[in-house]
């Protein structure tokens, strides 16, 4: 008998091991002429190629059931084929046609991979490539140009994404899908992720605790890896940046490759930039900052599984422009010698996808540690820390149709912050957190027109932390033993009226258990004194939104609504009390609030004038205590306009582009308590340069005429500094390919 189930068991082992599928075929324009080198992509097997000069292509050793696969080519749609293999050759004659405006993706943050259109959650998809003219010294300001996104920063080295008014803790940031934990609760700290090795971004606006637990209820902003090199090829690339303002040095130099089964990669860069000019000239002292990378990946796809494994390192030294720092330095410079921070961060992730049948199964696990450090006068350690996180998630996909898709899973979090060395301040006490959770979620769609999702989520936390001084100091803390679960859900739908026009509706309930520092700070951070609250209850938000898209081939048109209701909302102010030697203590406490408003866009290319476009995007943001009274950091209500001028294979100089940009900021005058109200201003930036097959260069003016203003969300008003200046950038991409 047990030579019989054995027997019987590695039957089924081969029979799931060596059956595979097949898709083959052709790609070819509206004109029936082949498309030599449109990229076919199937993202959940991490799998690429190309076609050859009579449009052809094959894809081998793929698993049975739904799959979706993405034909691209530069100026034309992005087709996207679902399809179901059931271990036989597919044969799929795709015709693109030839549009002139961004077209929609392939996008994985929403639980599973959807076309943006499919998604109930909406998800906007920004491409690096289309933003390659942006050259700026701060690369999280590039997710600025999503309307309802924008920044709070403290020069071009410190900057935390804010989406339509919530920051910090409330916005979950994912590399590459892994939960970045790098310290994010604060505003002085950076996002601490390079933009080099990146394909594209994908945000999520509003509550996304159901995927993705505490911390996400202002939504997730996913960075996502570079594709694969196509299969039997081996690319390079290597990247160069000038900076006027900052007389910034930019280098990254990366290589990857694929056969049929294996893929891998290697990239590394290094930034330097000097303390910054503020419009008119004069420079802001200790806002230089220098950062190096490391970037490896490799994986092993077949029909039974894709194993993946990504190495990321990233170390920061960033300069603390306080008040301490700017009475100390009156020569600009970029080395890093006092008052500035370090930041050592690795990451080690497994991303792995298992085909049995016609049920996926992912098994996903990360290792990451980051250490802190503050330096204050030469050679003087202040505060040095370090948080490890292990992060672990197990989804199964069940059988489904081309109509429907089911995902049961479960995540965990374990998390360590301990103090090392016994440095001078203790920012934060020894603490670990633990996180479990449970969770579905299902897709079904009605009538070919109407897609419903729905989902719910379980959590349970523990926070617990060890005592620091004595209890009779004023600087004691008590160790707190707490513990929080919560129920998360959301409910919407999509329904393409016409496959020009759809509609979208989601109700989602999300929640943000406090964070340490909320709970536990008693003494000085930066240039403030902050004292937490170990009574701090977790926060609970309801939000409804509605968004309509229409396009055409030559012109989209986006409008989207919201409206966040969030109970005991926590967030730090100004008291009436003051330290003995005269600070005013910043308390964190609570209170109900209402975030609203809405983000509109469109772009439209005129027919018969191929090399014009032109796109514009506004958004209104407002956040109201229950008293009444303003909340802090909510972003001034802002237009963006950009006029783009691009020519398709010259004769010399290949892709010929020039584009012209322009920011207004309104006036903010609804400012919290503790804010001042700031004027508006407008912004000009202008850029041109060509790419060619082997090679790019670009050439950019970022704030033409030397405005001298600041961003409600800027951080340097405090000690009365403006923003970034006048900055003049030149890149330069080399790109290299062979068998």
Same mark, same amino acid.
């Given at each position: 008998?047990?030579?019989?189930?054995?027997?019987?068991?590695?039957v089924?082992?081969?029979?799931?091991?060596?059956a595979?599928?097949?898709?083959?075929?052709?790609v070819?324009?509206q004109?029936?002429?082949?498309?030599?080198?449109?990229?076919?992509?199937?993202?959940?097997?991490? %799998?690429?190629?190309?076609?050859n000069?009579?449009?052809?292509?094959?894809?081998?050793?793929?698993p049975?059931?739904k799959?979706?696969?993405?034909f691209?080519? #530069?100026?034309?749609?992005?087709?996207i084929?679902?399809?179901?293999l059931?271990?036989?050759?597919?044969?799929?004659?795709?015709k693109?046609?030839q549009?002139?405006?961004v077209?929609?993706?392939?996008?994985?943050?929403?639980?599973?991979?959807?076309?943006q259109?499919?998604?109930? #959650?909406?998800?906007?998809v920004?491409?690096?490539?289309?933003? $390659?003219h942006?050259v700026i010294?701060?690369?999280?300001?590039?997710?600025?140009?999503?309307?309802?996104v924008?920044?709070?920063?403290?020069?071009?080295?410190?900057s935390?994404?804010?989406?339509?008014?919530?920051g910090?803790d409330?916005?979950?940031?994912?590399n590459?899908?892994?939960?970045?934990?790098?310290?994010?609760?604060?505003?002085?700290?950076?996002?601490g992720?390079?933009?080099?090795?990146?394909?594209k971004?994908?945000?999520i606006?509003?509550?996304?605790?159901?995927? @993705?637990?505490?911390? $996400?209820?202002?939504?997730?902003?996913?960075?996502?890896?570079?594709?694969?090199?196509?299969?039997?090829?081996?690319?390079a690339?290597?990247?160069?940046?000038?900076?006027?303002?900052?007389q910034?040095? #930019?280098?990254?130099?990366?290589?990857?490759g694929?056969?049929?089964?294996?893929?891998?990669?290697?990239?590394f860069?290094?930034?330097?930039?000097?303390?910054?000019?503020q419009?008119?000239?004069?420079?802001?002292?200790?806002?230089?900052f220098n950062? @190096?990378?490391?970037?490896?990946n490799?994986?092993?796809t077949?029909?039974?599984?894709t194993?993946?494994?990504?190495?990321?390192?990233?170390s920061?030294?960033?300069?603390?422009?306080?008040?301490? $720092?700017?009475e100390?330095i009156?020569?600009?410079?970029?080395?890093?010698?006092?008052f500035?921070?370090?930041?050592?961060?690795?990451?080690?992730?497994?991303?792995?996808?298992?085909?049995?049948?016609? @049920?996926k199964?992912?098994?996903?696990?990360?290792?990451?540690?980051?250490?802190?450090?503050?330096?204050?006068?030469?050679d003087?350690?202040?505060?040095?820390?370090?948080?490890?996180?292990?992060?672990?998630?197990?989804?199964?996909?069940?059988?489904?149709?081309?109509?429907?898709?089911y995902?049961?899973?479960?995540q965990?979090?374990?998390?360590?912050?301990?103090?090392?060395?016994?440095?001078?301040?203790i920012?934060?006490?020894?603490?670990?957190?633990?996180n479990?959770?449970?969770?579905?979620?299902?897709?079904?769609?009605?009538?070919?027109?109407?897609?419903?999702?729905?989902?719910?989520?379980?959590?349970?936390k523990?926070?617990?932390?060890?005592s620091?001084?004595?209890?009779?100091?004023?600087?004691?803390?008590?160790?707190?033993?707490?513990?929080?679960?919560?129920?998360?859900?959301?409910?919407g739908?999509t329904?393409?009226?016409s496959?020009?026009?759809?509609?979208?509706?989601n109700?989602?309930?999300?929640?943000?258990?406090?964070?340490?520092?909320?709970?536990?700070?008693?003494g000085?951070?930066?240039?403030?004194?902050?004292?937490?609250?170990?009574?701090?209850?977790p926060? %609970?938000?309801?939000?409804?939104?509605f968004?309509?898209?229409?396009?055409?081939?030559?012109?989209?048109?986006?409008?989207?609504?919201?409206y966040?209701?969030?109970?005991?909302?926590?967030?730090?102010?100004?008291?009436q009390?003051?330290?003995?030697?005269?600070?005013i203590?910043?308390?964190?406490?609570?209170?109900n609030?209402?975030?609203f408003?809405?983000?509109?866009?469109?772009?439209f290319?005129?027919?018969?004038?191929?090399?014009?476009?032109?796109?514009?995007t506004?958004?209104?943001?407002?956040?109201?205590?229950?008293?009444?009274?303003?909340?802090?950091?909510?972003?001034?209500?802002?237009?963006r306009n950009e006029?783009?001028?691009?020519?398709?294979k010259?004769?010399?100089f290949?892709?010929?582009?020039? #584009?012209?940009?322009?920011?207004?900021?309104?006036?903010?005058?609804?400012?919290?308590?503790?804010?001042?109200k700031?004027?508006?201003?407008t912004?000009?930036?202008?850029?041109?340069?060509?790419?060619?097959?082997?090679?790019?260069?670009?050439?950019?003016?970022?704030?033409?005429?030397?405005?001298?203003?600041?961003?409600?969300?800027?951080?340097l008003?405090?000690?009365?500094?403006?923003?970034?200046g006048r900055?003049f $950038?030149l890149?330069l991409?080399?790109?290299?390919?062979?068998?």
């Open positions: 008998m047990k030579k019989f189930l054995t027997l019987s068991l590695l089924v082992l081969c029979q799931i091991i060596y595979q599928s097949i898709i083959n075929g052709n070819t324009d004109n029936n002429e082949p498309l030599s080198g449109t990229t076919i992509f199937i993202p959940e097997q991490n %799998k690429l190629t190309i076609t000069k009579k449009g052809n292509f094959e894809l081998t050793d793929l049975s059931g799959i979706k696969i993405q691209s080519y #530069v100026g034309y749609e992005n087709r084929e679902t399809i179901i059931n271990n036989s050759t597919t044969e799929l004659n795709i693109l046609k549009i002139s405006i077209a929609e993706e392939i996008t994985i943050s929403g639980g599973y991979h959807s076309t259109h499919e998604n109930a #959650v909406k998800i906007d920004m491409k690096l490539d289309n933003v $390659a942006s010294p701060n690369f999280s300001k590039i997710l600025t140009k999503v309307p309802g924008d920044m709070i920063s403290k020069g071009n080295g410190i935390k994404p804010v989406i339509r008014g919530l910090m409330n916005i979950l940031v994912l590459n899908n892994v939960r970045y934990e790098n310290y994010q609760y604060s505003d002085h700290h950076p996002l992720i390079d933009e080099f090795g990146i394909d971004i994908e945000i606006k509003g509550p996304a605790s159901l995927l @993705y637990g505490s911390d $996400a209820i202002g939504g997730v902003i996913n960075f996502l890896n570079e594709k694969p090199a196509p299969i039997g090829k081996i690319e690339d290597y990247n160069a940046q000038l900076f006027s303002n900052s910034g040095i #930019v280098n990254n130099i990366g290589v990857k694929s056969s049929k089964s294996f893929f891998a990669g290697l990239r860069g290094q930034k330097s930039h000097s303390d910054y000019l419009g008119g000239g004069i420079f802001v002292p200790n806002t230089r950062n @190096y990378t490391l970037k490896a490799a994986g092993y077949r029909n039974f599984g194993f993946k494994l990504f190495y990321d390192y990233n920061s030294k960033i300069g603390i422009p306080e008040d301490h $720092a700017i100390h009156n020569i600009r410079s970029r080395k890093n010698e006092i500035f921070q370090q930041f050592n961060t690795h990451l080690i992730s497994s991303q792995n996808k298992l085909f049995i049948r016609n @049920y199964i992912e098994l996903n696990t990360a290792l990451q540690n980051t250490d802190l450090i503050h330096f204050g006068e030469i003087e350690t202040e505060i040095e820390m370090a948080l490890q996180t292990i992060t672990y998630e197990t989804k199964i996909y069940l059988p489904t149709n081309k109509k429907s898709e995902i049961v899973g479960m965990g979090l374990n998390q360590l912050n301990s103090n090392k060395n016994n440095r001078e301040t920012l934060m006490p020894n603490a670990t957190t633990n479990y959770s449970v969770f579905g979620l299902l897709q079904h769609t009605f009538f070919k027109k109407l897609i419903i999702q729905s989902g719910i989520r379980y959590d349970y523990t926070i617990v932390s060890q620091i001084g004595l209890p009779n100091n004023n600087d004691y803390r008590k160790a707190i033993d707490n513990n929080y679960e919560s129920f998360s859900g959301s409910l739908a329904y393409n009226l496959k020009k026009l759809l509609f979208r509706y109700f989602a309930s999300a929640y943000r258990t406090p964070n340490l520092a909320e709970l536990t700070s008693n000085m951070h930066e240039a403030r004194y902050e004292l937490g609250n170990n009574n701090l209850i926060q %609970k938000a309801y939000e409804n939104d968004s309509i898209h229409f396009h055409t081939n030559n012109f989209t048109c986006d409008i989207a609504g919201f966040n209701s969030i109970n005991n909302y926590i967030y730090i102010a100004p008291s009390d003051i330290t003995s030697d005269g600070s203590i910043y308390k964190y406490i609570q209170n609030a209402e975030l408003g809405g983000e509109a866009g469109l772009q290319h005129p027919k018969n004038v191929d090399w014009l476009l032109f796109e514009t506004f958004s209104n943001i407002t956040g109201i205590k229950k008293n009444g009274e303003y909340l802090p950091f909510i972003p001034a209500n802002k237009l006029i783009k001028f691009e020519k398709k010259t004769k010399f290949g892709d010929v582009y020039f #584009v012209i940009n322009s920011l207004t900021a309104f006036e903010q005058n609804n400012a919290s308590p503790e804010e001042e700031t004027d508006a201003y912004l000009f930036d202008v850029g041109f340069g060509f790419k060619r097959k082997v090679f790019s260069l670009g050439f950019s003016i970022n704030n033409l005429t030397d405005q001298k203003y600041i961003d409600h969300l800027s951080t008003r405090d000690v009365n500094y403006y923003n970034t900055n $950038a890149s991409r080399i790109n290299l390919t062979t068998k």
